[in-house]
């Protein structure tokens, strides 16, 4: 029965969001609905800049690469989400779940080092206009963008190594709808105290330092649009910031409230909802934020409709 890494479990059940037989029929076209309108929104998105030429701008080579993360993040663990409401029994194998808790931590810090070099290029854009094109240069994108997913790979190797040391004995019953280190370092019969360790350093780090360099750019420019004399003017500067804003504020807010509060057993059905946010809802509003409340997007979208009537 052994698997070969000190642990005694081949696979694990998952509790999935709720144990009510009522609700999850319902539950399953609720979320199939989010996962198609997910999948069809970030799908477009990366497939209008691709096409349209004037779009292949730093902003939105930024945008290509957050919907491109927010497609594959939801599909990490959506299927299986999905399979699960219609299921009698769901099991998940040992590998498989080491797997989907790798690809989720990649993709989740990748998210948030996207999300900073969003609101870098934005502070560039409002405080350094006239120095924009020679700050922001291709190479400055590619790296930003390497920088992200580097670290991000870092974050996600340093959890999974750790997690693949643990030995789970009888235990193997999530508490969760996917494979979550929380829920998961509560099911070890060995000591999770590196693990504990590595996720109050490695998940400090990916939140405060993100988080404290948008509310640097932020606050630089914010500071630059109140100097701005024209009321057209600063209008103009807010709502090229606003939808990253938002977006900043539903991922950020959602990933604060899981990992840097208690995760024990009784707050796991407040961390359940908490993931049904930033792991569903937020990979569904990013596409449609930045499509409604764009109009550099808006009216590439209206051009490329327009062509295809004719």
Do not use: W
């Amino acid at each position: 029965m052994a698997t070969g890494n000190g642990s005694f479990v081949t696979e694990f059940i998952l509790m999935g969001l709720t144990d009510q037989p009522d609700l999850q029929l319902p539950l399953f076209f609720l979320f199939l609905g989010m996962y198609v309108i997910t999948v069809l929104g970030n799908l477009g998105l990366i497939t209008l800049i691709g096409l349209i030429s004037h779009l292949h701008t730093p902003m939105y080579f930024f945008l290509f690469n957050l919907s491109f993360i927010n497609l594959c993040y939801s599909s990490v663990f959506t299927p299986k989400m999905l399979m699960n409401f219609i299921s009698k029994k769901n099991i998940i194998s040992y590998k498989g779940c080491v797997t989907q808790l790798y690809f989720f931590l990649f993709l989740v810090i990748s998210e948030g080092y996207v999300l900073t070099s969003m609101a870098y290029d934005r502070y560039v854009a409002i405080c350094n206009s006239l120095l924009y094109n020679t700050a922001m240069p291709p190479k400055t994108c590619f790296n930003l963008i390497f920088g992200s997913y580097l670290l991000a790979f870092s974050g996600a190797m340093a959890h999974t190594a750790c997690m693949l040391k643990l030995t789970f004995c009888d235990a193997n019953t999530i508490n969760h709808y996917f494979c979550d280190l929380p829920p998961l370092l509560q099911l070890s019969c060995t000591s999770i105290y590196v693990n504990e360790l590595v996720v109050f350093v490695v998940a400090g780090i990916n939140i405060i330092l993100p988080s404290f360099t948008i509310f640097v750019s932020y606050g630089f420019i914010l500071s630059s649009i109140l100097c701005i004399n024209s009321t057209e003017g600063r209008s103009k500067a807010f709502s090229t910031c606003s939808s990253h804003i938002i977006t900043v504020s539903l991922f950020l807010g959602s990933s604060v409230f899981m990992y840097l509060k208690a995760s024990s057993a009784g707050s796991m059905g407040e961390g359940k909802i908490s993931s049904v946010f930033y792991t569903n809802v937020v990979p569904m509003m990013n596409p449609l934020i930045y499509s409604f409340r764009n109009k550099d997007v808006k009216l590439s979208l209206r051009k490329t409709l327009s062509r295809k009537k004719f």
